[in-house]
């Protein structure tokens, strides 16, 4: 049965990823005078801050050198520390406390596998860290999502093998990543985006554990 459970955070514990897109659109804005569209929000879902910048210049197809692609690196977490400032308990997703605790009153080992590497800031802000008997560092792994990496070093920590855990994500690049760190997959959203999860719910108040322990088995059956 299921071992460990590794956590996306934009989207799956808080919805921080409305703050992120909020600071790209100041960022570039302020930098470029041009506006981002609703849909570029996707494309920078659940991927590293490089990957999320680089995303962004190059639907803009906007060339910077390397000095000023840090500096608008920081001056967006910058943006992006502000708007958490106001972040409290309150604002963790349905269910998510939820189903935390039945994991951990199953004994299942919980660890977090996310892009942002203010991953333990937002847990200390929600109240959730002591939950978590790992948190995997996204500045120590090779490749970000869709890579498998973060999963992996996830996964790692918590010393479960991958094929014994579950993956929570609300991102495209985060399924694919779960799929090929070869854990079981749970996606939080729509099928026409995350088809390719295992299980796939709407919303993060239908993260049932029962229902995620019975789909784990019959996935490891076939």
Same mark, same amino acid.
């Given at each position: ?49 490089? *990957?999320? %910048?680089?995303? $962004?210049?190059?639907? @803009?197809?906007?060339?910077?050198? &390397? +000095?000023?692609?840090?500096? =608008? ?17 309150? *604002?963790? %997703?349905?269910? $998510?406390?939820?189903? @935390?605790?039945?994991?951990?009153? &199953? +004994?299942?080992?919980?660890? =977090? ?38 999963? =992996? ?70």
């Amino acid at each position: 049965m299921i071992q460990g459970a590794l956590f996306d955070l934009d989207g799956v514990i808080a919805d921080t990823s409305v703050y992120h897109f909020q600071a790209w659109r100041a960022l570039i804005q302020t930098n470029f005078h041009k506006k981002l569209p609703d849909e570029l929000e996707q494309r920078t879902k659940g991927v590293s801050r490089a *990957d999320s %910048l680089q995303a $962004i210049l190059d639907f @803009l197809q906007i060339d910077v050198p &390397q +000095k000023q692609f840090e500096q =608008l690196m920081i001056e967006k977490n910058q943006l992006y520390l502000q708007s958490l400032e106001q972040l409290q308990p309150k *604002d963790t %997703l349905p269910g $998510i406390v939820a189903l @935390l605790e039945a994991l951990q009153a &199953q +004994k299942i080992k919980i660890a =977090l596998a996310s892009a942002s590497r203010n991953a333990p800031t937002i847990l200390a802000k929600l109240q959730l860290t002591d939950y978590f008997a790992a948190i995997a560092d996204p500045a120590q792994v090779q490749a970000g999502k869709p890579a498998p990496d973060i999963f =992996l070093a996830a996964a790692q920590g918590i010393a479960v093998a991958p094929k014994d855990c579950i993956g929570i994500e609300d991102s495209i690049a985060g399924i694919q990543a779960i799929n090929a760190a070869q854990a079981f997959s749970v996606g939080v959203g729509s099928a026409q985006e995350l088809g390719a999860a295992d299980l796939l719910v709407d919303d993060t108040s239908q993260l049932k554990l029962d229902i995620i322990q019975t789909q784990f088995a019959k996935h490891i059956q076939n």
